[in-house]
């Protein structure tokens, strides 16, 4: 069994010992919000890196999926579990949508709509106060049905909880690209679209895809995290929630997927690792970070494994 | 009735003028580097916080608020090229850049943002108006200090029009944007010229944010949401294209000015993202076309 | 020598282009630059001027390495550069375009003094002073990228398929003024892929091929040989 193999399987038993390990509510809260920012980290990873279309709003389909479960538990009613579905659906959905007049544009110019549609979202969810309960956002409603009656059994629960559907989504995404037709053809889109489109491959259908996954993967990010947190408002829809992904995708790896799920929960825990020295330093420390890597490591940590002008591309 | 038309398009000239600052130096950056600067707003914001700094704290005078505005958002501007983008350039070699430099410049917003929360902390900031009194127009009246930012800005923008077009660095400036390599044939330092591109934009943004400060408030975010607001902008006008970003912030501020008449106000802002994205859509050249580049 | 290259080697990264390549421009001499598409002639001016680096090899000027220098500072030596697409700022005037060729001149008078110098030269130019440099017809671009070059009275030009594209009238042109120019004094590096034309002022000729030297001589040299003529002069042998 390989290195990454050996490690992703140990990475998971801990992960999944964790309650277990350390069973304090407030380290447990920091690795369900990991865990939340490890999934969204993977999914504009999925989007962005592996299939190269740089997206910049990943925030609105994060906030699409966390106000969509808010919404389907407070207002309809649904179970938490269908909330989640919910979530992704919507999220998915309107990045599918969003994904038709993104098919035009390249470059700088796909990175700013999207930064545009994510503004929209958060002016919306800022705004309009009988949808989204306005700059206070939405906040009475109930979490998963069944949760143990102490604190810290509920923490544990929603930790294994968020663990299980994201690291399921995180691993479907990693099926999706590694073992499948799709993922040969977000890479050829990578590397050359136009190359791509001469050999056949259908772009437009798996770009589409692309969008449609990776805005799925963000939405299910933030039901998960309506549910954890049981508040969500316009601040989850800001451009510093990309920004903090990105640079996340960056320090990992951009294009392997796994590497921003590490770089998410490293990154992570250095943030909250900070917090405790002064609230500011860490958002300094991150902008530091991405700096840095991106001049210095474009390929991340997943690149520090492979060197020479070969794994320039990684996928392994 | 007139009045109120008369006072919406007073607001939205004035604030066509900030944003004409803000918009005009993001275009320059963008058609000269090629990069597209994400913590332009930062700038903004040092500008207004170096403006307050040396008013209300070192009690200067308003001329000299500006003026270390303009000049301290300058320096910053100068060495980002060298600093940052320069040893990108290097390790990029002859490779696609793809949107490294966009998250490199995204890198920066971030730490200079949380820098000035971590520097001045978060409480908004203001400054007393620097010219006093308001000039009667019979129908409306308008204050000096409004009239101020927008002679200002004019003046400045002029100004930049008259260096890019009349003299040699300026046209040494045009030059790299629309041909690097015939620039360097005829012996363009480019390096020095990318930096000056970059301290020149930051300095107007710089002035922006030091104008503004009397009208509204400084706080170590101000400028992110103009950021976003001047990319829609830039658009519009054709990126790259110093007169098209110039001519589309006042169609933009205008057009948020009157669209109070029809719209509840807080919807204003949408109007810049949903202009942006229909261009993008349907024009994407934008209103006057994107100076031609490599 | 004034211009020496000296086994230069030379690519794009993993993708070696000169593969140890020698040429040379005596002062006061027009050497030609020929050889079948990929050999690397616009390569190898490429790498003189700068925008390439050598990886081994040496170029001199009057005996001074230039290796390794940026195009700018390359040309503060004394040497020029025509693209082969012209290289013009297309959204400047003729008189701008001009203008910014003088920049490394010192004061607006030396340039004002050289526009009018050079607009002299091409008076075709001088009627068109204010119009967009885009807007030219492809013969008046080639004129303007030459007369741009001269801005700064360089002591070798190099010139990268001044004929390409261009109809007889201007190919003419431009070959006048190459000679012309050579009386003056100048030196020239001319890569051609018309053939005649450049035989037909050049003093001495290199044949360029796959990236390194097939040969080189004369004018009369090169005819004189069949395979020459055969391989690189598009001439049957009998």
């Known amino acids: 069994m390989s290195a990454r193999r050996v490690g992703l399987l140990v990475a998971g038993v801990v992960a999944a010992l964790l309650p277990a390990l350390l069973p304090h509510p407030f380290v447990l809260t920091l690795a369900t919000q990991a865990v939340v920012w490890a999934l969204l980290a993977a999914s504009w990873d999925l989007l962005s890196g592996y299939t190269g279309q740089v997206s910049f709003g990943h925030a609105g389909f994060f906030a699409l999926g966390a106000y969509g479960a808010a919404t389907a538990t407070k207002h309809a009613d649904l179970s938490p579990w269908l909330g989640l579905l919910a979530g992704a659906l919507l999220a998915g959905l309107v990045g599918l949508l969003a994904g038709f007049p993104a098919l035009r544009l390249r470059g700088h110019y796909l990175a700013l709509v999207t930064l545009g549609l994510a503004e929209i979202v958060r002016l919306v969810a800022q705004n309009w106060l009988a949808l989204t309960g306005g700059p206070f956002g939405i906040h009475d409603f109930r979490s998963f049905p069944g949760l143990p009656a102490t604190a810290l059994g509920q923490r544990q629960a929603v930790y294994l909880i968020t663990l299980g559907v994201a690291g399921a989504a995180v691993a479907a995404m990693l099926w999706l690209c590694e073992r499948t037709r799709a993922g040969q053809a977000f890479r050829a889109i990578r590397e050359d679209e136009v190359l791509a489109a001469h050999l056949g491959i259908n772009t437009t259908g798996w770009k589409l895809l692309a969008f449609a996954v990776s805005s799925a993967g963000a939405g299910l990010a933030g039901a998960l995290y309506a549910y954890y947190i049981n508040l969500v408002s316009p601040v989850v829809a800001s451009a510093a929630t990309t920004s903090l992904v990105i640079g996340m995708a960056v320090f990992g790896g951009l294009g392997t997927l796994w590497g921003p799920v590490l770089g998410a929960i490293l990154l992570f825990g250095l943030s909250e690792g900070l917090r405790f020295v002064g609230v500011v330093y860490n958002l300094i420390a991150i902008g530091l970070v991405i700096m840095v890597f991106v001049i210095f490591l474009p390929r991340g940590l997943a690149g520090l494994r492979s060197s020479g002008p070969g794994a320039l591309r990684s996928s392994e | ?294 | 020598m004034l211009l020496s290259v000296e086994d230069v080697h030379a690519g794009y990264g993993p993708l070696e282009i000169l593969q140890g390549v020698s040429v040379g421009v005596e002062a006061g001499q027009i050497a030609g630059v020929i050889g079948p598409n990929g050999a690397g002639k616009s390569t190898l001016l490429k790498t003189i001027f700068g925008y390439l680096r050598p990886t081994t090899g040496a170029v001199r000027l009057d005996g001074r390495a230039l290796a390794g220098l940026r195009p700018d500072r390359v040309m503060r030596t004394g040497l020029a550069y025509v693209a082969q697409d012209g290289g013009l700022f297309p959204d400047m005037s003729v008189h701008d375009n001009l203008v910014v060729g003088g920049h490394t001149l010192p004061r607006r008078r030396a340039v004002r003094a050289a526009a009018d110098e050079v607009l002299a030269r091409f008076p075709l130019l001088g009627e068109r002073r204010r119009q967009l440099a885009g807007s030219l017809s492809g013969g008046e671009q080639r004129l303007l990228a030459l007369a741009r070059a001269l801005m700064t009275r360089p002591r070798v030009l190099l010139l990268d398929e001044p004929s390409a594209a261009l109809a007889p009238r201007y190919i003419d042109r431009v070959y006048e003024t190459v000679a012309e120019l050579n009386r003056g004094g100048l030196a020239l590096l001319i890569v051609e892929q018309n053939v005649e034309a450049i035989l037909a002022v050049a003093h001495r000729v290199f044949v360029l091929d796959l990236g390194r030297n097939a040969f080189d001589g004369t004018p009369a040299t090169l005819r004189g040989s069949d395979r020459v003529r055969r391989l690189y002069l598009g001439e049957d042998a009998a």
């Open chain 2, 1 to 294: 009735m007139l009045d109120t038309v008369l006072e919406f398009a007073i607001q939205g000239v004035v604030l066509g003028g900030l944003y004409g600052l803000f918009a005009v130096g993001l275009s320059l950056i963008f058609g000269v580097l090629d990069v597209i600067n994400v913590a332009h707003g930062e700038f903004f914001a040092l500008g207004g916080y170096l403006a307050v700094g040396a008013i209300a704290l070192l009690h200067l005078p308003a001329g000299a608020g500006v003026a270390g505005a303009a000049l301290g958002a300058f320096l910053l501007g100068l060495a980002v090229y060298p600093v940052l983008i320069a040893p990108l350039k290097r390790r990029l070699g002859r490779r696609p850049a793809g949107p490294l430099y966009l998250v490199l410049t995204l890198g920066l917003s971030t730490f200079l943002q949380s820098s000035l929360l971590a520097v001045a902390g978060g409480d908004y900031l203001q400054v007393q108006s620097y010219v006093r009194g308001i000039l009667d127009l019979g129908v409306t009246a308008v204050s000096y200090q409004r009239l101020l930012v927008l002679a200002t800005a004019l003046v400045l923008l002029l100004g930049l029009f008259a260096f890019l077009r009349f003299h040699r660095l300026g046209l040494a400036v045009r030059a790299v944007a629309q041909n690097p390599d015939a620039a360097q044939a005829v012996g363009i330092d480019l390096p020095r010229i990318f930096a000056l591109t970059l301290g020149l934009g930051a300095a107007l943004a710089g002035v922006g944010g030091a104008l503004m400060a009397p009208l509204f408030n400084v706080y170590p975010a101000v400028g992110f949401p103009l950021t976003i607001k001047a990319f829609a902008i830039t658009i519009l006008g054709g990126m790259g294209n110093l007169a098209g970003a110039l001519l589309a912030s006042f169609v933009i501020s205008l057009a948020e000015a009157f669209s109070v008449m029809v719209i509840p106000s807080q919807w204003q802002n949408l109007i810049a993202f949903v202009v942006m994205i229909v261009v993008l859509l349907l024009r994407p050249q934008g209103l006057l076309g994107r100076a031609r580049t490599r």
